[in-house]
Nanobody, 123 residues
C-alpha cells in the first residue's frame, strides 16, 4: 500500500551534521491518509527507539537524547519527512528507519516501515 524510502545516511565526524529524507509513495488514498511520520533508530545490540515524530499538522516530539540537536520537518505536498541532525555524537550511530501511520501518533510498530539507512558517527 505504502512504500517508505529513506536516503541521506552516511559517515560523519563527531559534531557534524546529516539530513535524512523519507518519501512515501504508493496507493493514493493510503499515502494521503498518513498522519504521523517519524524516525526510529536501532544501534547494534540495542532496542529500536522512536527518535522523532511529526503529525500532518506539524506537531513534533523528540526523544530526550536528541532534543536541541535534531529537527524533524515535513513537506506534505511531497509526502516527505526530513530529519536534520546536528552536533552528532558517536552514540547517534545506528540504522535509522522511517515509520508512518494513519493515526496521530507512532507506536513501537507503525503500519508502514522503510528499509533503513545507516548513520555512522566517527570519533
Amino acid at each position: 500500500q505504502v512504500q517508505l524510502v529513506e536516503s541521506g545516511g552516511g559517515l560523519v565526524q563527531v559534531g557534524g551534521s546529516l539530513i535524512l529524507s523519507c518519501a512515501a509513495s504508493g496507493n493514493f488514498f493510503s499515502v494521503n491518509g498518513i498522519n504521523a511520520m517519524g524516525w526510529y533508530r536501532q544501534a547494534p545490540g540495542e532496542q529500536r527507539e522512536l527518535v522523532a515524530v511529526i503529525t500532518h499538522g506539524g506537531s513534533t516530539d523528540y526523544t530526550e537524547s536528541v532534543k536541541g540537536r535534531f529537527t524533524i520537518s515535513r513537506a506534505n505536498a511531497k509526502n516527505t519527512v526530513y530529519l536534520q541532525m546536528n552536533s552528532l555524537k558517536p552514540e547517534d550511530t545506528a540504522v535509522y528507519y522511517c515509520g508512518a501511520d494513519w493515526g496521530s501518533t507512532l507506536t513501537d510498530n507503525p503500519r508502514f516501515w522503510g528499509l533503513g539507512t545507516q548513520v555512522t558517527v566517527s570519533s
